[in-house]
């Protein structure tokens, strides 16, 4: 399914093509809200951080860039 989501981040809305069906994604609009990891086993911990904030893999980089590792001295 083609899913869009804002950003909590950035305030952006992005999408994002995900193996999920509709029934899955009707049970994690549902009232009773299951952990995102049971409703979508398959999906890469980024597709779900997607899900639950709409912040893409991209975008997190670009905001909260890797640290450089130190060299020993």
């Known amino acids: 399914m083609r899913i869009k989501m804002k950003s909590s981040l950035t305030g ?6 995900l193996n ?3 029934g899955q994604w009707r ?3 549902s009232f009773n809200r ?3 990891q049971d409703v979508f086993p398959d999906l890469s911990a980024e597709e779900r951080e997607f899900l ?3 912040i893409t893999p991209d975008e997190w980089v670009n905001v ?4 450089e590792e130190e ?3």
């Open 12 to 17: 952006h809305v992005h999408e994002m093509d």
């Open 20 to 22: 999920i069906t509709p």
């Open 27 to 29: 049970e994690w609009n």
């Open 34 to 36: 299951r952990m995102v």
């Open 52 to 54: 639950m904030t709409g």
């Open 64 to 67: 909260f860039p890797p640290e």
């Open 71 to 73: 060299e020993d001295a």
